[in-house]
């Protein structure tokens, strides 16, 4: 039996999504966690492995068991094992056709960024705190430059594994609702750091640092060390995966910071 669950958690205290040798993964606590429901060893595959420090309020996973448990079976019994930090936030049974993965035709992230004169006790570890003024105006139109499908080098990570830097963003938007600023994007797949790395740069463009096509030279150059430097992992959430409709998944859960 194949089931799928819906996570949210607290990435702060964790070395990322992945089990660890040394340190603890998100993975590590949820596996640990359905073992014990399951009464045998279980071993979940993610939909978008989190980096150190990032949080997910629409993850989702698989997991095959010879377990026969309810849905509220499978999720309360869970959470009664879980840390306060991870949470399941739904779960069904679906087809063995189905993977979290490679089922998944797009993922969406958001940046968020506290944009006062003040830091915050509350969102220290939720947002990135940057007190000078930001244009998020200008931000959200040199954003669209990176819409489509291109080659993303200058926005992955030095030690990123992907076998191509392709990838497609549908979807990209900035946007400030009075000191918050959201950097929203939707794309079928990301690299390592790819968000992180274009909200810094975006940043920079905000504050005035580089003109407006700045995102879109630091993209054609395919040069990462042109680009501005990578934003703190603490302000990104994995909030939506997406699925074909035949596999009948929940609704995607509120995902708002705050």
Not at 50 to 61: E, F, K, L, P, Y
Not at 75 to 101: E, M, Q, T
Not at 204 to 213: T, V
Request: proline residues 4%.
């Amino acid at each position: 039996m194949r089931i799928a669950l819906g996570l949210e958690y607290d990435g702060t205290s964790y070395n990322g999504w992945q089990r660890q040798r040394t340190g603890t993964g998100v993975q590590q606590r949820v596996e640990e966690a359905l073992s014990r429901v399951a009464d045998e060893t279980i071993e979940v595959v993610c939909a978008g492995r989190t980096d150190t420090g990032v949080h997910a309020s629409g993850q989702v996973v698989h997991f095959d068991t010879r377990s026969e448990r309810s849905s509220r079976g499978w999720l309360l019994g869970a959470n009664s094992n879980l840390p306060d930090d991870i949470s399941v936030i739904w779960a069904r049974p679906v087809a063995d056709s189905f993977h979290a993965r490679f089922s998944a035709t797009a993922r969406s992230y958001r940046y968020a960024i506290l944009n006062r004169l003040e830091r915050s006790a509350l969102y220290r570890h939720r947002a990135w705190w940057v007190h000078e003024p930001l244009d998020a105006e200008r931000m959200h139109n040199a954003a669209q430059a990176l819409s489509g499908e291109h080659d993303f080098s200058a926005y992955r990570a030095a030690g990123c594994q992907a076998s191509t830097p392709i990838r497609e963003i549908t979807s990209i938007a900035v946007a400030r609702d009075n000191d918050w600023i959201s950097l929203d994007v939707t794309a079928n797949a990301f690299l390592q750091h790819m968000v992180r790395n274009i909200a810094g740069t975006l940043v920079a463009i905000g504050r005035g640092d580089e003109a407006e096509d700045w995102a879109a030279a630091v993209l054609a150059g395919q040069d990462r060390k042109a680009g501005g430097s990578a934003a703190p992992p603490h302000g990104l959430t994995l909030v939506k995966v997406d699925y074909p409709a035949e596999f009948d998944l929940p609704p995607n859960p509120d995902s708002k910071l705050r």
